[in-house]
């Protein structure tokens, strides 16, 4: 286990914790035509936010590393940013869309350096996520229109 490979999964539990309060902020927020589509999705999508972080924070400990579990710390390492507070339903579904390319890159970068150090379990775990992600990210385009790019 490398430093390295520590703060590549760090950075997915600051996401994690980001994309966790973003989601409960779009899930309480979102109104007009789509409510009760989104609105259950977001809550989806924010509790799988949570199993994400958890499993990747304890990933951290079994390495023996510490995982990030601050608030500063998780919007400083973030991909992603935090929710702006006045997004309409449609920007909601795109900015996650966008969010989710960005911590799949993210998670790309992690699966490497886990895999450079004979790291299977880890990158296994990264690789599961990503999966996960990606499918969500295909869906919400679909639910905009639009193609994965």
Known sequence: MTKELIEELNVQVSTWS?????????????????????????????????AH???IAER????????????????EQSVVKE????????????TI????????????????????EGDDMTEDILNATYQSIEKHQWMLNAFLGESNK
């Not at 973003?22 to 924010?46: C, P, S």
């Not at 929710?83 to 795109?94: C, S, T």
Request: overall charge negative; hydrophobic content about 35%; cysteine-free.
């Open 18 to 50: 980001v994309m966790y309060a973003k989601l409960h902020n779009y899930h309480w927020y979102v109104k007009g035509k789509q409510f009760f589509t989104l609105h259950e999705k977001f809550e989806e999508l924010y509790n799988e936010a949570t």
């Open 53 to 55: 972080m958890d499993e």
């Open 60 to 75: 951290i400990l079994t390495l023996g590393g510490n995982p990030t579990a601050t608030l500063t710390e998780h919007l």
């Open 83 to 94: 929710a702006k507070g006045n997004e309409q339903a449609e920007e909601m579904v795109k």
């Open 97 to 116: 869309a966008d969010d989710f390319g960005k911590i799949m890159k993210s998670l790309k970068k992690g699966m490497d350096v886990a895999s450079q």
